[in-house]
T-cell receptor, first 114, second 114 residues
Framework: AQKVTQAQTEISVVEKEDVTLDCVYE???????LFWYKQPPSGELVFLIR??????QNEISGRYSWNFQKSTSSFNFTITASQVVDSAVYFC???????????FGTGTRLQVFP | DAGITQSPRHKVTETGTPVTLRCHQT?????MYWYRQDPGHGLRLIHY???????DKGEVSDGYSVSRSKTEDFLLTLESATSSQTSVYFC?????????????FGPGTRLTVL
């Protein structure tokens, strides 16, 4: 069965610190997709990244980077030099090729203090 | 951002009354989804649609029904609202190319059942 675990419920950092949000997933499929979404205090859900199971290359987008490791079933998200605007709840999600459904983790609340 | 709107954005209702939430898209995506977001649970899928008049149940479908008579509109109905259905409801669209495509979310509807 599909499952996504975000063990960190809340993380607090001071501005300019680096922070890593963990995501561990379970699936029996060989083809699947992993996602990260951001939910700022205003409440909307913002898509950040999509990664398929055949592409283990790490990705960097500005201060954001993602580390996908199939060997440990993890898809971790790192924010470098965090800023107050990064304060949000971050969700990791998984979808399998043969289903129509997206399974979310319970989210990690990140608070960045000035 | 994808053109997705939800109405109403906020609603307060009483136990036992029917409630209908509307999701409207202007992006011609094939798939539409309804999720609910509750503390400690992340987002959970209620129902989804893979085409006009084609719908299926998600993880938490009891007490909810849906209808999709046009590509652009997906309605979620609480047949007889209960306090346990107090939640934030998100609509999402996806499947522009195929069902594994990224889902994009609407702004959400905050529903309170007294």
């Amino acid at each position: 069965a599909q499952k996504v675990t975000q063990a960190q419920t809340e993380i607090s950092v001071v501005e300019k610190e680096d922070v890593t949000l963990d995501c561990v997933y379970e699936t029996r499929d060989t083809t699947y997709y992993l996602f990260w979404y951001k939910q700022p205090p205003s409440g909307e859900l913002v898509f950040l990244i999509r990664r398929n199971s055949f592409d283990e290359q790490n990705e960097i987008s500005g201060r954001y980077s993602w580390n996908f490791q199939k060997s440990t079933s993890s898809f971790n998200f790192t924010i470098t030099a965090s800023q107050v605007v990064d304060s949000a709840v971050y969700f990791c999600a998984l979808s399998e090729y043969n289903t129509d459904k997206l399974i979310f983790g319970t989210g990690t609340r990140l608070q960045v203090f000035p | 951002d994808a053109g997705i709107t939800q109405s109403p954005r906020h609603k307060v209702t009483e136990t036992g009354t029917p409630v209908t939430l509307r999701c409207h898209q202007t992006e011609n995506h094939r798939y539409m989804y309804w999720y609910r977001q509750d503390p400690g649970h992340g987002l959970r899928l209620i129902h989804y649609s893979y085409g006009v008049k084609d719908t299926d149940k998600g993880e938490v479908s009891d007490g909810y029904s849906v209808s999709r008579s046009k590509t652009e509109d997906f309605l979620l109905t609480l047949e007889s609202a209960t306090s346990s259905q107090t939640s934030v409801y998100f609509c999402a669209i996806g499947g522009l190319a195929d069902r594994t495509d990224t889902q994009y979310f609407g702004p959400g509807t905050r529903l309170t059942v007294l």
